[in-house]
């Protein structure tokens, strides 16, 4: 009561010009995480049909940390969209990425049921709306989604190489989620051969192209890869992870606007041993020894026994003199000039390099034919499933 009158819920007292003014309201409300503010006005806008005032309504809705979570609401929003525009074109970029992202969320509550609606968990019916979003769509989510079912087997029968293969493409393309969740096969060797290297690399690109939503699961997957990683396995990442950065970096913005981290505030991730989560370059190495060797000779401080790996030979970098000005960690610690002397010969078609480099890639090539390349070494999602 204000002034001896009875005050009315914010709902009552907000106005609109218009379904367009209550839709713009309400996004801006919805990125700041203002739900107060921002649910009155969608609902304005979504009760006129404003369809993404209805998908970002019901993405509050599905925020279990917000204090507006109905699961329900949400549920029946998404129906009410993908009902109204399942067959939208899809290069209609007004609509189709509303649509594709809707009928992920309605197939991860087939999957997980709804308590309240009495849904129960359908992994079948879940798998039809991934299907059309990944089919009709294109859309990566969904591509990922399915992978990882055919992956299990999860509703499906297994379909190890189709699954890999599509996890080749979607981390080539730059979906953190796949780069993520292939890191963590590399890691622990499930499904593919083990590889250390390619594990922390990858790893490292997608927490760097993750989405907000996405960020705290894939830092966990960094942070885990990271801290048992040796220090031979990240100087051997250090030296190539610039090339995958510019190769498999997202074309997406991965920070919003409210990002305390973009104010200097974000916190950083600490390992058991206090290294500091995601600093890949490791000790210098002394006059007269090589990058590999440094490695190696302290690995034994950060490593477990059951996680030392012998580095490769085909890793192995010229030897580091001091004090001089053209070398750059960008070559390895190989002096510019030395550096493109050195590519120039291994690019001659006869050369022993060049046959050797032909070989390395034809080996290192997976399902899609996909390799990576940074200076004389080939780096490729090897994906073939365990013989």
């Not at 809705?61 to 929003?77: E, M, Q």
């Not at 990058?291 to 790996?309: G, N, Y």
Request: charged share 25%; glycine share 8%; hydrophobic share 40%.
């Amino acid at each position: 009561m204000v002034g001896g009158m009875i005050s009315q819920p914010v709902s009552a007292q907000v106005r609109f010009a218009s379904k367009e003014r209550a839709f713009t309201q309400g996004y801006s409300a919805f990125k700041g995480r203002q739900y107060e503010i921002a649910v009155p006005a969608l609902k304005f806008a979504a009760r006129r049909d404003v369809m993404r005032a209805k998908f970002y309504l019901a993405k509050i809705y599905s925020d279990n940390s917000g204090g507006f979570t109905d699961h329900a609401r949400a549920y029946k929003l998404l129906r009410e969209i993908v009902a109204a525009s399942s067959n939208v074109d899809p290069k209609d970029y007004r609509k189709a990425p509303y649509v594709s992202k809707a009928f992920i969320s309605i197939a991860r509550y087939e999957r997980d049921g709804i308590a309240a609606l009495q849904l129960r968990p359908n992994t079948k019916r879940a798998l039809a709306f991934f299907d059309h979003a990944a089919s009709y769509f294109n859309d990566a989510d969904a591509q990922f989604e399915l992978a990882q079912h055919y992956l299990a087997g999860d509703g499906v029968e297994a379909r190890v190489p189709y699954a890999l293969n599509w996890l080749a493409r979607l981390s080539k393309s730059g979906h953190a989620g796949a780069q993520a969740f292939l890191a963590n096969l590399y890691w622990d060797g499930r499904y593919t051969p083990r590889d250390p290297v390619r594990a922390l690399a990858l790893i490292t690109v997608a927490v760097e192209n993750a989405r907000e939503e996405d960020r705290f699961w894939i830092e966990d997957v960094h942070q885990s890869i990271f801290c048992e990683a040796n220090t031979a396995t990240r100087i051997r990442v250090y030296k190539v992870v610039g090339g995958w950065r510019r190769q498999f970096g997202s074309t997406h913005e991965v920070r919003s606007e409210s990002d305390l981290g973009a104010l200097g505030g974000e916190a950083k991730r600490m390992c058991a041993n206090g290294d500091v989560v995601g600093e890949l370059d490791g000790p210098p190495a002394k006059r007269g020894q090589t990058i590999d060797a440094a490695a190696t000779a302290t690995t034994a401080a950060v490593a477990s026994p059951a996680r030392i790996r012998k580095p490769s030979k085909s890793l192995k970098m010229s030897t580091v003199k001091q004090n001089d000005p053209d070398r750059s960690p960008l070559n390895g610690f190989v002096g510019r000039k030395e550096f493109q002397e050195s590519r120039a010969r291994s690019s001659r078609p006869g050369s022993i390099a060049a046959k050797r480099a032909r070989r390395q890639n034809n080996s290192n090539r997976g399902l899609n034919g996909f390799v990576m390349q940074s200076g004389s070494t080939s780096f490729g999602f090897s994906v073939a499933p365990k013989q």
